[in-house]
């Protein structure tokens, strides 16, 4: 073969090589949009919950203060019940009930 057929199938073989990169980027930049149209869609969702669950700290605060109170209202409630169950046993034991 000539120098010069060497020469014109090493400069064919380079635009083909050209062109299957082009076609291969032109591919992964497509891929790339589709997914960056996924992230924004994602990034839409992540501040829609944040804008949600914005009132949440204060009402927590809010949930905390009231359980706080119920916790103390038990433990009263639990200091008179026992309160009550003994004053039952000695009334049961002044009776004469041996079940006390």
């Known amino acids: 073969m000539s120098p010069f057929t060497l020469t014109i199938l090493t400069g064919i073989e380079l635009l083909v090589l050209l062109l299957a990169l082009a076609v291969a980027l032109t591919l992964i930049r497509r891929a790339l949009e589709s997914i960056s149209g996924s992230l924004d869609k994602i990034a839409m969702g992540v501040r829609a919950i944040e804008v949600e ?48």
């Open 53 to 100: 669950t914005g009132a949440l700290p204060v009402e927590l605060n809010h949930l905390n203060g009231g359980l706080a109170a119920l916790s103390e209202g038990l433990q009263q409630t639990g200091i008179r019940f026992a309160v009550a169950d003994g004053n039952l046993k000695h009334v049961l034991r002044e009776l004469g009930r041996s079940d006390a």
